[in-house]
Each structure stands twice: as structure tokens, then as C-alpha cells.
């Protein structure tokens, strides 16, 4: 890119012109980018994590990357606004993967703990053996659409919106039927207790 002069900083510069800004380390434009584009990218990150804080905490991410490396940005090979994109898209689907790493692994360390019951302290044992028994009791007691649903959306570790995808159902539904089977849960475990 050839130097040019920068012009003072405003809400009305281009986005290359703000993007330069950026490099020559002006807070003031990296302000306007976030009131451009936060919005954007953050509802790109809900869209794609189901979840208001890691989606808060990926646009912080994205904004103080882009500051903190200007270089990582080329403005021959697209708008900003697509880079900022595909940067939301690639680290909230880093997050997804990470989230269902870290899922899988506890689902193995569960049926490890199952298999070995000796390595628990007995008292801590019976606690979690009382506790997974009355859940599983809670669990019978939810229809087996409900109870699928609770079974897909926690052990599974699929979203919402991606049970509505596997299910071919709106994600309204599927909203409305995991909070209701929720309350049921809730209750019966309530009775249980």
C-alpha cells in the first residue's frame, strides 16, 4: 500500500481509511469500526455459539486482534466487513469444537468413573451415584420426546439449533420443547428430593 496522509478521524471515512487509521494506531478509529461492525459480528457469534457471553467475549476477540495485528487484515482480498465476518465465523466455530472436545472428554472421564467406582472417596461416591440415580429416575419420568431432546442437547452436546437442522424442526420448537422438558425435569426432580 502507498503511504498516503491520513485524514483526521470521523465517522464518515471509508472502511480502508479507518483500516489505516487502525495501523497508524488511532483509538479513535478502531471506535468507529466497533460501532460499525460490532453489532454484526457480534450476532454472527450468537448465531453460530447459541450462547450471549462467549459471543461477547468472540467480538471483544476479533476487535482487539484486528488492533492488536493490522497485518492479518489485507484489504486487496476483500471488504472488512467480510474479513471481520469470517474471522467471527472461524473463531466461534473454534469455540463450538472446543466446547464439544471438552464434552467428549468428560463424557469418557463419566464412563471411566463408572467402570472404577474404588477411585472415588466412598462418601463422595454415594453423593454422585444418589445424584445419577435421581436423575436418571427424573428422567423416566419425562416422555421419550422430551427426554431424547434433554438426552441429544447434554450428553450429545448439540445446540439447539443444530438438533432443529438434524431434526428438520423449526428452532422455535425445539426452544420451546427443551425449556419446557426443563420444568418437567425440574419438577420431578423436586418430587424426588
Known amino acids: 500500500m502507498d503511504s498516503m496522509p491520513l485524514p483526521s478521524v470521523n465517522e464518515e471515512l471509508a472502511d480502508l481509511e479507518i483500516f489505516l487509521a487502525i495501523q ?5 478509529a478502531l471506535d468507529i469500526l466497533y460501532d460499525r ?6 450476532s454472527t457469534a450468537v448465531q453460530i455459539l447459541n450462547n450471549i457471553e462467549e459471543a461477547e467475549e468472540v467480538t471483544q476477540e476479533i476487535f482487539l486482534r484486528l ?5 492479518i487484515y489485507q484489504p486487496s482480498k476483500g471488504s472488512l466487513s467480510s474479513f471481520l465476518i ?3 465465523r ?3 466455530i473454534d469455540r463450538v469444537r472446543s466446547r464439544q472436545s471438552s ?3 468428560l463424557q469418557r472421564f ?24 435421581l436423575v436418571r429416575e427424573a428422567l423416566k419420568q419425562l416422555s421419550p420426546a422430551d427426554r431424547q431432546l434433554l438426552q441429544t442437547a447434554y450428553y450429545d452436546g ?3 439449533s443444530e438438533i432443529a437442522k438434524r431434526d428438520d424442526i423449526p428452532l422455535g420448537t425445539v426452544k420451546s420443547r427443551a425449556r419446557q422438558a426443563l420444568k418437567k425435569l425440574r419438577a420431578a426432580l423436586n418430587s424426588l428430593v
Open 110 to 133: 463419566q464412563t471411566f468413573s463408572e467402570g472404577a467406582p474404588d477411585y472415588n472417596p466412598p462418601l463422595e461416591f454415594v453423593t454422585v451415584e444418589e445424584r445419577t440415580q
Open 24 to 28: 497508524a494506531r488511532q483509538v479513535k
Open 67 to 71: 488492533w492488536q495485528r493490522s497485518d
Open 158 to 160: 448439540l445446540s439447539q
Open 37 to 42: 461492525y460490532g453489532r454484526l459480528v457480534y
Open 103 to 105: 464434552q467428549r472428554k
Open 86 to 88: 469470517t474471522m467471527t
Open 90 to 92: 472461524s473463531r466461534s
